[in-house]
Nanobody, 120 residues
Framework: QVQLVESGGGLVQTGGSLRLTCVVSRDIFSGAFMAWYLQAPGMPRELVASITSGGTSNYADSVKGRFTVSRDNAKNTVYLQMNSLKPEDTGVYYC??????????????WGQGTQVTVSS
């Protein structure tokens, strides 16, 4: 059972734009903290952007002013709008959902990723 599905990746030139979409199963998405991660070639996976269940967003310094994360709770979907793309943005983008249980309990769910390649 696939619970998170990313789409929207592709090949673009420097300065171009892409919009990534992550569709999440309803039982996971409700009340979840959502985040986008990038795994660049030869690099560890790192947090790019996040958004709370209430719509508060945060960004890595490297993408501030260029990327925008948003969510549509009615559609169980989170988006990452990527503008002014640079070659350094190249890699596999992963969507993650985090749900919270009682006390300190929390549960993470990952998509399988979508490839973004930015050519110079």
């Amino acid at each position: 059972q696939v619970q998170l599905v990313e789409s929207g990746g592709g090949l673009v030139q420097t300065g171009g734009s892409l919009r990534l979409t992550c569709v999440v199963s309803r039982d996971i998405f409700s009340g979840a903290f959502m985040a986008w991660y990038l795994q660049a070639p030869g690099m560890p996976r790192e947090l790019v952007a996040s958004i709370t269940s209430g719509g508060t967003s945060n960004y890595a310094d490297s993408v501030k002013g260029r990327f925008t994360v948003s969510r549509d709770n009615a559609k169980n979907t989170v988006y990452l709008q990527m503008n002014s793309l640079k070659p350094e943005d190249t890699g596999v983008y992963y969507c993650k959902a985090r749900r919270y249980g009682k006390g300190w309990d929390r549960y993470d769910y990952w998509g399988q990723g979508t490839q973004v390649t930015v050519s110079s």
